[in-house]
């Protein structure tokens, strides 16, 4: 029989624990957690890439910076609305953090153009 590594031997211990306590856990694989993470930097990145674009038509002034300014307020209320209930109806977070992406997205094409 081939000798387990240390991570193997490591889930055992926690699997054997949980299973003395009467403790349900998800079998995660460690790597899981990095596939988890790229979306949400992925996120950071191209939102401040739209905060860039916002500033930018805010600072010109005009009739425009006031539009944008009220849809920015209203697209952060619309999309936080719609990430509460998305996470109270059961959706994970990598789905949530998909969809603000798209948002981010159409701002980035709307305001680039």
């Known amino acids: 029989m081939p000798q387990k590594n240390r991570r193997e031997c490591r889930a055992d211990c926690l699997r054997e624990l949980c299973c003395h306590r009467g403790v349900v856990i998800k079998r995660q694989v460690a ?6 993470l790229i979306p949400f930097i992925w996120l950071a990145i191209e939102a401040n890439e739209v ?3 916002r500033m ?3 600072v010109s ?3 425009e910076a006031m539009t944008e300014i009220q849809l920015m307020i ?3 209320i619309d999309a936080a609305a719609e990430a509460g209930a998305n996470l109270i109806f059961g959706q ?6 998909a ?3 798209e948002h981010v997205a159409s701002n980035q094409r709307r305001l680039s153009t």
């Open 92 to 97: 994970s977070p990598t789905a949530i953090v």
């Open 51 to 53: 905060i860039a674009l």
């Open 61 to 63: 002034g005009g009739p």
């Open 74 to 76: 209203t697209e952060k």
């Open 31 to 36: 790597s899981k957690g990095g596939r988890v």
């Open 56 to 58: 930018a038509k805010i």
């Open 99 to 101: 969809r603000f992406r």
